[in-house]
């Protein structure tokens, strides 16, 4: 099954080892368009899957991260991560329809975090994060 415009938890990251790997290891990439910025990673090979139950397996996982410091109360912390969801799963055939062909799968592991200390309007988040999309998807191509 393809991914469409849908945002199922396997494409989420849940694993305290990517966590750890995104933002540890030193072939993490990082890039920001205000309000948000990125820490991406690109791998050859896709990860193992935590959900053994589904043969499905997403080809970007990302994680959303709203400090506390930013927004002191949940409500605004939540609203924020629902926009950069939203805004992915509208723009996530961005970043997708960079795979060269079917047999070099690359996996793409993003941690967005929000910077600003003010709610953002949605229009400005989504443009955030295409420009994010685009930018990762275009140093595939470069190579």
């Keep these: ?8 938890k396997q494409e989420r990251i849940v694993s ?6 995104l933002f540890k290891n030193g072939h993490s990439q990082s890039l920001t368009v205000f309000p948000l910025r ?3 990673r690109i791998e050859e090979s896709c990860p193992p899957s935590v959900y053994r139950d589904e043969p499905y397996q997403a080809t970007a996982q990302i994680l959303v991260s709203v ?8 409500v605004d912390r939540n609203r924020a991560k629902r ?9 996530k055939q961005l970043l997708l ?14 941690a967005f975090i929000w910077l600003s200390n003010v709610p ?24």
């Design 83 to 91: 926009q950069v969801r939203e805004a992915y799963r509208l723009n």
């Design 1 to 8: 099954m393809g991914q469409g415009a849908g945002f199922r």
């Design 38 to 40: 990125a820490v991406f």
């Design 16 to 21: 305290k080892k990517l966590m750890d790997e």
């Design 67 to 74: 400090p506390k410091r930013h927004f002191k109360h949940a």
């Design 97 to 110: 329809s960079s795979q060269p062909t079917l047999d070099q799968r690359l996996h793409f592991s993003i």
């Design 120 to 143: 953002q309007p949605s229009p400005r988040v989504t443009h955030s994060v295409k420009s994010i999309l685009s930018r990762i998807g275009g140093r595939v191509d470069k190579g």
